[in-house]
């Protein structure tokens, strides 16, 4: 008896055929998915810094190093040159105002010296001679004066008897005449005789004068001379600690040649390095924050150095209120310089997003925490740990804040738990 066979209405060949068509629309649709719109890259949460952006106090503040300093350094320099004969101390010494450092040689000017004084000897030993001379000159002419005088005096008594006898018819004109003449020329050699006494005092006074004057420069560049080789000698100029003494015996030093410092220990600065970006926003007064063996303390800058050197300049700050103990000339603190006063501000946390994107975009993570996608923001200041942001995020998003090294150049990333 002949039997109906059933047809099979999904049939192997139908289900392959199926599969094939529903197979190629996956690959074009999956084709056309990934090779237009946004590019994707999936991601692994745990290597990613997600961050939220969030509201609070912001101070603008930069990362800067000083290094502690003396407050006041005094520098020692040759103020002749010579050989290093004798150090009396070593670097890093305390040094009391006056106290010898270290003796310098120059026969040069040692020789100097004893020319000198010698001119200065033979000056005061003209000066003196010629004292004598002129003494004695005005000694002889007050004899001579003496005598004059006396004949003076003789002459005008024999002169006026000689007038009366005369008138009295008793001796003849010519005796009269001789008298009268003898009398007139003493009056005039005593006359003479006074006036040259005075123009030799004069002369004698300028002469003299003229000596002590030549005496007294003389005597000045020996005092001068006497300075410059006691300036081989060199001393501390104020009570110090003396640092970087760079002398040897048997060293030669030219004039002018620095050979150490002498920091006075009164109290420190901090001299500070600054990238030359910021110059035009640093003023005296600013104030800068450091800690020290678990103790903050504050600084303030008092001094500006606007010599641009390497791309940076630098600064001096003076420690306000209390310095900290066991602090040391040399030593290195990380500061905190504040550019700003304290405002509230949308903190952004730092990371190496900021490498990539220079702070003009952010992947921003979606509400559902599986993607993060770019935009753009506009960030302000910074501070060690935050940027400003001033558009492109509001307060509660989420943020991939690590580097972007791998992935710079994607739209949206997709975040694989």
């Known amino acids: 008896m002949d039997r109906v066979i059933e047809k099979k209405t999904w049939s192997r060949k139908r289900i392959l055929t199926i599969v094939g068509i529903v197979g190629i629309v996956a690959l074009i649709g999956a084709s056309y998915y990934l090779t237009s719109g946004k590019s994707r890259l999936n991601v692994d949460s745990e290597r990613i810094t997600i961050s939220e952006v969030k509201s609070g106090p912001f101070k603008e503040f930069i990362p800067v190093n000083g290094v502690v300093l003396p407050i006041t350094t005094i520098y020692l320099d040759a103020l002749e040159g010579g050989r290093v004969e004798q150090k009396f101390v070593e670097d890093g010494a305390i040094m009391k105002k006056d106290q010898p450092i270290l003796r310098l040689s120059n026969t040069d000017l040692e020789l100097s010296l004893v020319n000198q004084q010698t001119a200065v000897y033979n000056l005061l030993t003209q000066m003196q001679i010629s004292q004598n001379a002129s003494q004695q000159n005005t000694v002889n002419r007050m004899n001579q004066l003496t005598d004059v005088n006396s004949q003076l005096k003789e002459a005008e008594r024999i002169y006026k008897l000689n007038k009366s006898l005369y008138e009295q018819k008793v001796i003849g004109g010519q005796e009269f005449k001789q008298s009268e003449n003898n009398y007139y020329y003493l009056l005039e050699k005593k006359r ?18 003229q000596a002590e004057q030549s005496y007294k420069g003389s005597q000045e560049a020996l005092n001068v001379m006497q300075k410059k080789v006691g300036d081989l000698i060199v001393r501390a100029p104020v009570d110090g600690q003396l640092t970087s003494l760079d002398a040897e015996i048997g060293q030669s030093k030219n004039k002018g040649e620095r050979l150490g410092q002498l920091d006075i220990l009164s109290g420190f600065k901090v001299r ?25 303390y504050k600084l303030k800058i008092t001094k ?114």
Do not use: C
């Not at 003479?192 to 004068?209: A, C, N, P, R, T």
């Open 272 to 296: 500070v390095d600054i990238d030359e970006h910021y110059i035009s926003r640093i003023y005296n007064g600013l104030m800068g924050e450091f800690t020290f063996a678990g103790k903050q």
């Open 192 to 209: 003479l005789s006074e006036q040259i006494m005075k123009q030799d005092s004069v002369s004698g006074h300028q002469q003299l004068k």
């Open 304 to 417: 500006i150095y606007t010599q641009v050197t390497n791309g940076r300049f630098q600064v001096d700050m003076e420690f306000v209120g209390e310095v900290p103990q066991g602090i040391r000339r040399g030593q290195t603190l990380q500061i905190g310089l504040a550019l700003s006063d304290e405002i509230t501000a949308l903190l952004l946390p730092k990371g190496g997003f900021y490498q990539k994107t220079g702070g003009n975009w952010i992947f921003k993570v979606a509400d559902n925490g599986k993607t993060a996608y770019k935009v753009d923001i506009q960030l302000g200041m910074q501070s060690p740990d935050y940027y400003q942001v001033l558009q492109g995020l509001k307060a509660g998003d989420k943020v991939v804040t690590s580097s972007y090294e791998n992935y710079e150049n994607m739209e949206e990333l997709v975040i694989k738990n």
